[in-house]
């Protein structure tokens, strides 16, 4: 069954895709943000934000037989704001904080405020995050090397 909602370059649903960014996000950008809306609505916690630990598997050659990698701390929340859509989030380390924040834009995102919480919040992180990458990118280009051959003329 196909899901209309989902990206067909990806494969991602617009809700995985803003969990994803907002689970990588800079918890400091991601805070600054959100205070720049002003006052947040109320939630209740469905699961404070706790830390635990979780498998990493990988694979030989990104196609291999699967492996584990080893443990990685993450802190995941859950919530539900006063009008009823819950939000739910996944963060690496144990910054309970920005987990905190990360489910409340999910929340957020499920309501009639969405788009104006996508243009305000997620559009500058997903920027922020392609500049990331493409310093990243331009610093790993700086150090390529290209081998060649030189014809001698012999030929």
């Not at 909602?5 to 960014?21: P, S, V």
Request: glycine share 10%; proline share 5%.
């Amino acid at each position: 069954m196909d899901d209309p909602e989902k990206d067909e370059m990806t494969g991602l649903t617009a809700r995985q895709g803003w969990m994803g960014l907002l689970a990588a996000a800079d918890p400091g950008a991601l805070a600054a943000r959100l205070a720049a809306l002003g006052e947040l609505p109320a939630f209740e916690w469905l699961r404070a934000p706790e830390v635990g630990g979780v498998m990493v598997r990988g694979r030989a050659g990104g196609t291999g037989a699967p492996f584990n990698l080893g443990e990685m701390t993450v802190t995941r929340c859950s919530l539900r704001l006063t009008t009823g859509e819950v939000g739910h989030a996944y963060v690496q380390g144990r910054d309970k904080a920005h987990a905190e924040r990360a489910a409340l834009v999910d929340a957020l995102m499920q309501g009639p405020q969405a788009a104006a919480l996508r243009e305000a919040v997620l559009v500058p992180l997903a920027r922020m995050r392609s500049a990331a990458r493409a310093a990243r990118a331009a610093k790993a280009a700086a150090t390529k090397v290209d081998f060649f051959t030189m014809v001698r003329g012999e030929d």
